[in-house]
């Protein structure tokens, strides 16, 4: 797992009165099979829950096999995209998952884990929505549940991990993954995204920056990635998340590194057209707080929120994965 990866789950769960949950990531700790099973079997938890893509699904229906060696009397769930598509198959060819939830795992399993905990598990499975499993030979899935209606109050458990272990590497700067968006206008043949979250719901930008500015904040947190398949299809929404985040007043400051340490590091340069000046033996580097870090000659005001009010004038497209977007005073 890395932050983001299913654990908006977890929030939700601890609302429920559910707090005694344990984290454990196996790929970024490189736990290996022998020490998660005695890690499991010294838990000994009552629910045990694996998230998976489809490149990591072996890897996860191998974890649930762990688990029930380690810990049998636990029940074991999958949940994520892959699994929510293909139960038939995990559910065949793993038929030691005991359930999987199919699509947003917030309520659902909020849900699941309540029946578990009421005695109502195994038999009150079917009444569960959102729910695949394996009754006998027969592999059921249960009515799809409701989206997430109130998706401005998902925010995920970002207490739970240990954050100097996520590493953006090309800035060495902590890194997470806010949810801005769910879903998609647009069904596209080949995608699964629009299919998966079925209803298109952007959150409201300001708690999307007030996520922002408590993990800069509380995690040290240095880069972001929106977990948000077209940002700028709601302009509106997009828009007033860019005026937010230059109305937080985010400090600018700036730093020196020789001109080998920049030719070492051709990341740092992010706009391709306009090269740093290089040959007086040192670049000047601006720092925006956390937020941002790249070479530039030019004046700079020493605090965001000095630049006074703007709006965004337009977005462009540049390319089918690039937007320019300008910037214009209020
Ligand atoms: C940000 C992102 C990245 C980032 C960060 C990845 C990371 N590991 O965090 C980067 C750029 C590194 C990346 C890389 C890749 N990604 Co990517 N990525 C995304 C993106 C846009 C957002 C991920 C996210 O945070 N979503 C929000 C969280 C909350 O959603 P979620 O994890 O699905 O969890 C929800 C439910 O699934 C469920 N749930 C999930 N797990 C569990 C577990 C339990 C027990 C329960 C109850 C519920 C539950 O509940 C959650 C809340 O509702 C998604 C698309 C999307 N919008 O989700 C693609 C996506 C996950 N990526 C995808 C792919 C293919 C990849 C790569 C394999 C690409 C590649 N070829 O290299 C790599 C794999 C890297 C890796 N090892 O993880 C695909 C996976 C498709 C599939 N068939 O599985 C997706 C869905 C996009 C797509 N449609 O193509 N990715
Ligand atoms: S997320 Fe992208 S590829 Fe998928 S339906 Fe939307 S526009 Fe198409």
């Given at each position: 797992?890395?932050?983001g ?11 429920a009165?559910?707090?005694?949950i344990?984290?454990?990531d196996a ?9 998660l099973a005695s890690?499991?079997?010294?838990l ?14 072996y ?81 059921v ?11 401005d109050?998902?925010?995920?458990d ?6 100097e272990?996520y590493?953006?590497v ?14 998609c206008?647009?069904?596209c043949?080949f ?10 719901r952007?959150?409201?930008p300001?708690?999307v ?11 040290q ?15 509106k929404?997009f ?6 985040l230059?109305?937080?007043?985010l ?9 080998e ?7 740092l ?35 965001t929120s000095?630049?006074?009010a703007?709006?965004?004038a ?8 690039t ?5 214009e005073f209020?």
């Amino acid at each position: 797992m890395k932050p983001g990866d299913g654990w908006e789950p977890m929030r939700l769960l601890k609302k429920a009165g559910f707090t005694h949950i344990t984290f454990i990531d196996a790929m970024t700790n490189h736990i290996g099979d022998e020490e998660l099973a005695s890690r499991l079997a010294g838990l000994k938890p009552d629910v045990i829950g694996v998230t998976a893509i489809t490149p990591s699904i072996y890897k996860a229906e191998k974890v649930l096999g762990i688990a029930r060696d380690a810990c049998p009397q636990a029940v074991r769930v999958l949940g994520g995209v892959h699994a929510t598509f293909m139960y038939k198959q995990v559910l065949s060819e793993a038929p030691w998952v005991d359930v999987i939830v199919r699509g947003e795992g917030e309520e659902i399993f909020t849900h699941l884990v309540t029946a578990i905990a009421e005695g109502r598990w195994p038999q009150d499975r079917s009444q569960i929505k959102g729910l695949a499993f394996r009754d006998g030979e027969k592999i059921v899935a249960t009515q799809a549940a409701p989206t997430v209606k109130d998706f401005d109050a998902v925010e995920a458990d970002w207490s739970m991990l240990e954050w100097e272990k996520y590493i953006y590497v090309p800035l060495g700067v902590r890194v997470a993954i806010p949810n801005m968006a769910r879903g998609c206008p647009f069904t596209c043949s080949f995608c699964s995204q629009w299919k998966f979250w079925r209803d298109y719901r952007v959150r409201d930008p300001k708690k999307v920056v007030d996520e922002i500015e408590k993990l800069v904040n509380e995690h040290q947190v240095g880069f972001f990635i929106l977990a948000d398949e077209e940002p700028t299809i709601n302009r509106k929404k997009f828009i007033q998340f860019c005026e937010e985040l230059i109305a937080r007043g985010l400090p600018v400051g700036c730093e020196w590194i020789p001109d080998e340490e920049l030719r070492a590091k051709p990341e740092l340069v992010k706009s391709m057209s306009v090269s740093p000046p290089l040959g007086f033996g040192r670049v000047r580097l601006v720092r925006i707080a956390e937020v941002d870090l790249q070479p530039c000659g030019g004046t700079h005001v020493r605090n965001t929120s000095e630049i006074g009010a703007v709006r965004v004038a337009k977005i462009e497209k540049k390319s089918a994965r690039t937007r320019r977007v300008v910037l214009e005073f209020a």
